[in-house]
């Protein structure tokens, strides 16, 4: 455990997100004992943002890990995460999100994709999702990270009215259906935002020796 964390104190770490149904499903994948989550939002007001100016996921996250701490002077944590099509050379990658444009939403985002995988057959249109999450503890510098990969295929049209971005035209390997009419709990049995938080799960409880 860190030199400046007493045994039978509560640890405080920034979720660095302001959508309130993220950091639950973060906190609860993240689920330790003596760890206190607090959103974005709670910690550092409704103001603050950080732009994700980087080419990978990996420094997308850090950036967001390590501007939330340093607004708040509290450990943080913080993914990045997109959609990589193999018919699209790996797009739309770190730029998921905005894929249609800096206006654009998910609904411009499935449009953009479906239409750029007119005519390809569904055995060429196999795609992953990739999530990179991160913890970084300013005081120590230290940086903790994990990677989570759900592989599937993206489907013609879209099918489910769940979730949120692109879940709607994706369909996971072994299953018929979309994340999009999966429950919540069937989705993050498998869910590359679940395999990299329950790993980075693990690197937290040995670092703070939990």
Request: one cysteine or more.
């Amino acid at each position: 455990m860190p030199a400046n964390v007493h045994p039978c104190s509560r640890i405080k770490i920034v979720i660095a997100t302001k959508n309130k149904g993220k950091v639950k499903e973060i906190a609860r994948l993240l689920a330790l004992p003596q760890i206190d989550f607090l959103s974005l939002e709670e910690a550092a007001g409704s103001n603050f943002k950080v732009e994700e100016i980087h080419h990978t996921y990996f420094e997308n996250a850090l950036l967001k890990a390590k501007e939330a701490a340093r607004a708040t002077g509290l450990p943080a944590i913080a993914d990045d995460s997109g959609l990589e099509v193999d018919a699209l050379n790996g797009a739309p990658g770190v730029f998921s999100a905005r894929f249609a444009g800096e206006e654009g939403n998910d609904e411009k985002n499935i449009k953009k994709l479906l239409s750029m995988l007119d005519g390809v057959p569904l055995e060429e249109r196999t795609a992953r999702f990739r999530c990179v999450a991160v913890a970084y503890f300013p005081e120590e510098d230290v940086v903790l990270s994990a990677e989570g990969v759900c592989d599937g295929r993206i489907i013609h049209e879209r099918r489910g009215t769940g979730g949120f971005g692109y879940d709607p035209v994706f369909v996971p390997d072994g299953y018929d259906l979309t994340f999009a009419e999966m429950s919540l709990a069937e989705k993050n049995k498998i869910s590359h935002r679940s395999k990299a938080f329950r790993l980075l799960r693990r690197k937290l409880a040995d670092f703070l020796e939990l």
